[in-house]
Nanobody
Framework: QVQLAESGGGLVQAGGSLRLSCAAS????????LAWFRQAPGKEREFVAV???????RYSDSVKGRFTISRDNAEKTVYLQMNDLKPEDTARYFC????????????????WGQGTQVTVSS
């Protein structure tokens, strides 16, 4: 198992930016994909972005062009740079690890962390 600790959330006005971080610890990391998901109140957890070991990425249509996922393999950390934030981006954001493409929470077998709250005001 991999332990995950998300940070960097907060309250921001529409059009603003935030950078989320997720530090992983544990034996499994090398060769795995890292992904960000989010869950708004009353909604299911949804896929946001994923990055594979070599830097290949995929994004949900709702964040494409505004969010950028990156990773630092030496630091076992994945980042999510979020620009031009919108009120509909308001959610709790989680990261996780698994086999590529990891494009849905149903493919996640690792325990979830606490997440980090992002609130975008209009």
């Amino acid at each position: 198992q991999v332990q995950l600790a998300e940070s960097g959330g907060g309250l921001v006005q529409a059009g603003g930016s935030l950078r989320l971080s997720c530090a992983a610890s544990g034996r499994l990391f090398h060769g795995y994909a890292l992904a960000w998901f989010r869950q708004a109140p009353g909604k299911e957890r949804e896929f946001v972005a994923v990055i594979n070991w070599n830097g290949g990425t995929r994004y949900s249509d709702s964040v494409k062009g505004r969010f950028t996922i990156s990773r630092d393999n030496a630091e076992k950390t994945v980042y999510l740079q979020m620009n031009d934030l919108k009120p509909e981006d308001t959610a709790r954001y989680f990261c996780n690890i698994g086999a590529w493409p990891l494009s849905g929470s149903r493919y996640v077998n690792n325990p979830w962390g606490q997440g980090t709250q992002v609130t975008v005001s209009s």
